[in-house]
């Protein structure tokens, strides 16, 4: 579990620094536009940036579900062993 734990807090970071790039970019669109310059490059830009923020968080949700599967497996696992000593008829083996 450290390894996805790590993995998470890579895409959190990950995202923040997308986010703080996509602020610096709209403001430097902004600053293009109230001079009057074209902003087509700089939108373009912050279009590109913004869909890379959806993948990154698309990817920390699919950490996320790691996570939570990893949490899960625990039970799961000794559900299953539990299932195996159980015969069909509803009553545990003695071993």
């Avoid at 039970?75 to 015969?87: L, M, N, S």
């Amino acid at each position: 579990m450290d390894f996805w734990t790590g993995q998470l807090e890579l895409a959190q970071r990950q995202i923040a620094e997308i986010e703080e790039k996509i602020s610096l970019q709209r403001q430097k669109t902004d600053e293009v536009h109230a001079h009057g310059g074209d902003t087509a490059l700089q939108t373009r830009l912050l279009a590109v940036m913004e869909e890379s923020l959806v993948r990154a968080k698309a990817h920390a949700q699919y950490i996320e579900g790691r996570i939570a599967v990893h949490r899960r497996e625990p039970d799961r696992r000794r559900r299953r062993a539990a299932a195996r000593q159980t015969p069909v008829g509803g009553q545990a083996q003695s071993v």
